[in-house]
């Protein structure tokens, strides 16, 4: 009734040493590839606001926004504390050491650099929120003013 295949071929394959390491060698390096992401994604990848929210939520992450204070009385996240960059040498020892920091700046771009300082600094858990205020307003999150 059709194609007949030889019973057993596939198991030989895994079953010779040769072709294991192969196997393993080609998992090493599926691995190699993705870490670089994995390492990215703890140390300072961004955060969209959705998994920002989590992070304030479950880890108690403290959200920093890094512009100045008259940005920052215009119009901000709630819970953010400010701490324009300008201020970090002589204010980065307020943040706590003990929780995942995440910067918050305009449109997340300046961020980055920011939080590389704060690393820098001896912050390790340092996250940007990606697309900055911008992309937590246009997420339907609350933004607060001060008249």
Same mark, same amino acid.
């Given at each position: 009734?059709?194609?007949?295949?030889?019973? /057993?071929?596939? !198991?030989?394959?895994?079953?010779?040493?040769?072709?294991?390491?192969?196997?393993?060698?080609?998992?090493?390096? /599926?691995?190699?590839?993705?870490?670089?992401?994995?390492? &990215?994604? &703890?140390?300072?990848?961004?955060?969209?606001?959705?998994?920002? !929210?989590?992070?304030?939520?479950?880890?108690?992450?403290?959200?920093?926004?890094?512009?100045?204070?008259?940005?920052?009385?215009? /119009?901000?996240?709630?819970?953010?504390?400010?701490?324009?960059?300008?201020?970090?040498?002589?204010?980065?020892?307020?943040?706590?050491?003990?929780?995942?920091?995440?910067?918050?700046?305009?449109? /997340?771009?300046?961020?980055?650099?920011?939080?590389?300082?704060?690393?820098?600094?001896?912050?390790?858990?340092?996250?940007?929120?990606?697309?900055?205020?911008?992309?937590?307003?246009?997420?339907?999150?609350?933004?607060?003013?001060?008249?």
């Amino acid at each position: 009734m059709g194609h007949h295949c030889p019973s /057993g071929h596939t !198991v030989d394959f895994f079953l010779n040493q040769n072709n294991l390491l192969l196997i393993a060698v080609a998992i090493g390096a /599926g691995l190699m590839l993705a870490w670089p992401m994995l390492q &990215r994604s &703890r140390s300072g990848a961004a955060l969209s606001p959705a998994q920002a !929210v989590q992070m304030m939520n479950h880890q108690h992450a403290v959200l920093v926004d890094i512009r100045d204070a008259s940005a920052f009385q215009a /119009g901000h996240i709630p819970q953010a504390r400010n701490l324009p960059v300008a201020d970090f040498e002589k204010k980065a020892a307020t943040l706590p050491k003990n929780k995942p920091i995440i910067l918050v700046c305009d449109q /997340g771009k300046s961020a980055m650099p920011a939080a590389t300082k704060l690393r820098a600094l001896g912050l390790t858990e340092v996250t940007v929120l990606e697309g900055g205020l911008r992309a937590w307003a246009a997420a339907g999150m609350p933004v607060t003013a001060n008249k």
